[in-house]
Nanobody, 123 residues
Framework: HVQLVESGGGSMQAGGSLTLACAASWNTYSWSMAWFRQAPGNESEGVAFLDSEPGGTTTYADSVKGRFTISKDHSKNTLYLQMDSLKPEDSGMYYC?????????????????WGQGTQVTVS
């Protein structure tokens, strides 16, 4: 059963840090993966992207550059999002997604699988 399961969301004061995790039920070594977020009343936006191996280049939304870091533990098939210096505008539901393509960045139509989301609230 193919699935992505996010964890690590919660409530945090501005300036704090959170680490989100996304565990995949299959070997994601050659898959591109990304984090998206959606706040109430807003459209979904791509936050961080990790291209497939080999290469594994990263792309970040301008709003999170220098504060968020995307990474993957291949041995655990788990994607992470380290979020530092959190701001209230970082609040929203965070989703991880996996794509069998490469270089897809934040093209949502290119993603094959999505997690159920984890809520992040920054006050």
């Amino acid at each position: 059963h193919v699935q992505l399961v996010e964890s690590g969301g919660g409530s945090m004061q501005a300036g704090g840090s959170l680490t989100l995790a996304c565990a995949a039920s299959w070997n994601t070594y050659s898959w591109s993966m990304a984090w998206f977020r959606q706040a109430p009343g807003n459209e979904s936006e791509g936050v961080a992207f990790l291209d497939s191996e080999p290469g594994g280049t990263t792309t970040y939304a301008d709003s999170v550059k220098g504060r968020f870091t995307i990474s993957k533990d291949h041995s655990k098939n788990t994607l992470y999002l380290q979020m530092d210096s959190l701001k209230p505008e970082d609040s929203g539901m965070y989703y991880c997604a996996a794509s069998s393509g490469w270089g897809v960045e934040f093209d949502e139509s290119a993603y094959n699988y999505w997690g159920q989301g984890t809520q992040v609230t920054v006050s």
